[in-house]
């Protein structure tokens, strides 16, 4: 198979970054070195090319209750300018995919515009496409991940950064909207939404404009690998890793984003939904902060302190802001409360741990 | 990128040096592994007096990004480790020839390091 590649991908060579395969994307995943791209972001601000995220629209007198139909979250509840985040889930309420759902300013060519993750892009416009069929809706879905380019500018100097290259009144754009205007001469949606919980937006504009718009955002580049602590150090899910429909099959109420979903709507999965609700999930992710030397790892195990396993790592990495080992697992309800005393195995030798509420950071 | 290869050394392909002095080694991991590694954050090594098994892993290297064990590039005794490492892991990135050297050894048998490679065949590899 071909890796698809952000139309930076030149640029990026060019800053003699480090690449990976990620969702079936070649990305840039280290530009100096995490630490310093993360510490950036934290203290500063970094620029992300994330590309590789899914663009699908959805139009027409039927995009409202198709799009209410197939995300978790009260899409109704949303003005031209607002966006929110939500999951995608099956009839069983196993999270397929998690996004944030725009709907676009008035004056936009769309109505909605919906952020699926990497690589998802060709399967979630197939099931709107087969939603509205079932379902004799009247809505257009189109599949714009080709025409769209995505670039992240975060961290506490991204609203200075961006300001100086935008007409948009930055002040006036609360967290969750977006607006749109013109950024470094390029017409892009600029909304102030992010993966690191820090300050900052996200631009969507036209791959041709891609590379104005990130060259006129005079700060670090960073890659994947920052990307990836940045949001471990917030508790934030990774597609993939915290949810996966074949390999981490999770409920939104395990994977801890149980405020995403609008029980009172009408979507798939609903009604699985509404009995875990009840009941409550019987496994939750929990943080995890290593007490003893060692760095959590993906797949790693999580037992008592007597050795009886009760959970596993989905992600895990050293905290470059706490200089501590911090990871997210899925744990028995009764040990998802803060301050439970735990072990990681790392190796075979059983580490001190203990759990925590996320965000690992104050932000 | 070009990476610094030591002359006085000699090298695995599992990218770790050593500098044998008569029946002394000092090992540790090259700047070209340390760069591939990205930013060290653990160093997990033996205790003094391990016996260590040319080709046998005998620690691990964590970096944010990933998990590598280490390979001896000779057999002997662990006679020191570089207790500096536990709290300055990142001496690997800024010095991986020098204050980043991982453990010293008393050596088996010196006639091992004939196996190992000079470092223009590691050049070679690395290029």
């Given at each position: 198979m071909t890796l698809r590649a952000p139309p930076l991908s030149a640029v990026h060579r060019r800053a003699d970054a480090s690449f990976t395969d990620f969702g079936g994307w070649?990305?840039?995943?280290?530009?100096?070195?995490i630490r310093t791209e993360h510490e950036a972001v934290r203290s500063e601000a970094g620029k992300f090319?994330?590309?590789?995220?899914?663009?699908?629209?959805?139009?027409?007198?039927?995009?409202?209750?198709?799009?209410?139909r197939l995300t978790t979250n009260d899409v109704t509840v949303l003005?031209?300018?607002?966006?929110?985040?939500?999951a995608i889930t099956d009839e069983d309420g196993?999270?397929?995919?998690?996004?944030?759902?725009?709907?676009?300013?008035?004056?936009?060519?769309?109505?909605?515009?919906?952020?699926?993750?990497?690589?998802?892009?060709?399967?979630?416009?197939?099931?709107?496409?087969s939603e509205?069929?079932?379902?004799?809706?009247?809505?257009?879905?189109?599949?714009?991940?080709?025409?769209?380019?995505?670039?992240?500018?975060?961290?506490?100097?991204?609203?200075?950064?961006?300001?100086?290259?935008?007409?948009?009144?930055?002040?006036?754009?609360?967290?969750?909207?977006?607006?749109?205007?013109?950024?470094?001469?390029?017409?892009s949606l600029i909304a102030r939404t992010g993966y690191t919980g820090e300050p900052g937006f996200e631009i969507l504009c036209p791959p041709n404009g891609a590379e104005a718009v990130w060259s006129a955002l005079e700060?670090?580049?960073?890659?994947?690998?920052?990307?990836?602590?940045l949001r471990l150090e917030m508790g934030f899910l990774l597609s993939g890793q915290e949810f996966h429909p074949v390999d981490e099959p999770r409920t939104?109420?395990?994977?801890?984003?149980?405020?995403?979903?609008?029980?009172?709507?009408?979507?798939?999965?609903?009604?699985?939904?509404?009995?875990?609700?009840?009941?409550?999930?019987?496994?939750k992710l929990v943080g995890i902060e290593l007490l003893d030397r060692g760095v959590p790892r993906h797949g790693y195990d999580v037992t008592t302190p007597q050795g009886e396993p009760i959970g596993h790592i989905t992600s895990g990495t050293m905290s470059p802001t706490l200089g501590s080992p911090i990871a997210l697992a899925y744990v028995p309800a009764a040990y998802a409360e803060p301050d439970e005393s735990v072990r990681v195995v790392v190796r075979g030798e059983p580490k001190k741990a203990r759990t925590r509420s996320t965000p690992f950071l104050d932000r | 990128?070009?990476?610094?290869?030591?002359?006085?050394?000699?090298?695995?392909?599992?990218?770790?040096?050593?500098?044998?002095?008569?029946?002394?080694?000092?090992?540790?991991?090259?700047?070209?592994?340390?760069?591939?590694?990205?930013?060290?954050?653990?160093?997990?090594?033996?205790?003094?007096?391990?016996?260590?098994?040319?080709?046998?892993?005998?620690?691990?290297?964590?970096?944010?990004?990933?998990?590598?064990?280490?390979?001896?590039?000779?057999?002997?005794?662990?006679?020191?480790?570089?207790?500096?490492?536990?709290?300055?892991?990142?001496?690997?990135?800024?010095?991986?020839?020098?204050?980043?050297?991982?453990?010293?050894?008393?050596?088996?048998?010196?006639?091992?390091t004939d196996d190992l490679l000079s470092p223009d065949a590691y050049r070679d590899q690395i290029e």
């Open positions: 070649e990305m840039p995943v280290e530009f100096e070195s090319d994330v590309s590789h995220m899914g663009q699908i629209t959805v139009d027409g007198p039927d995009a409202t209750t198709l799009t209410q003005d031209p300018g607002e966006a929110q985040y939500g196993i999270m397929l995919d998690d996004t944030v759902v725009y709907r676009l300013p008035e004056g936009a060519a769309d109505e909605f515009l919906f952020i699926p993750n990497a690589g998802h892009d060709g399967e979630m416009t197939e099931r709107w496409l509205r069929d079932e379902r004799g809706l009247d809505a257009t879905v189109t599949n714009r991940t080709e025409e769209y380019s995505m670039i992240a500018v975060q961290g506490p100097d991204a609203p200075d950064l961006l300001a100086a290259e935008t007409d948009v009144s930055l002040a006036g754009l609360s967290r969750f909207e977006v607006a749109d205007g013109v950024v470094a001469g390029v017409d700060c670090q580049p960073c890659g994947l690998g920052a990307r990836d602590t939104p109420y395990e994977a801890g984003i149980g405020w995403t979903v609008a029980l009172d709507t009408e979507f798939v999965g609903r009604d699985a939904l509404e009995g875990v609700a009840a009941d409550g999930p019987e496994e | 990128m070009s990476f610094d290869v030591p002359d006085d050394l000699r090298y695995l392909e599992s990218h770790e040096w050593v500098r044998v002095a008569g029946d002394t080694a000092k090992v540790g991991i090259t700047a070209f592994a340390q760069d591939e590694l990205g930013d060290v954050v653990f160093v997990e090594l033996p205790e003094e007096g391990a016996e260590l098994t040319a080709g046998e892993d005998f620690g691990v290297v964590e970096s944010i990004k990933a998990v590598s064990d280490v390979y001896a590039p000779v057999s002997g005794t662990v006679t020191a480790v570089n207790d500096r490492l536990r709290d300055e892991p990142e001496l690997l990135n800024e010095d991986p020839f020098g204050d980043g050297w991982m453990l010293k050894l008393e050596v088996d048998d010196e006639s091992e």
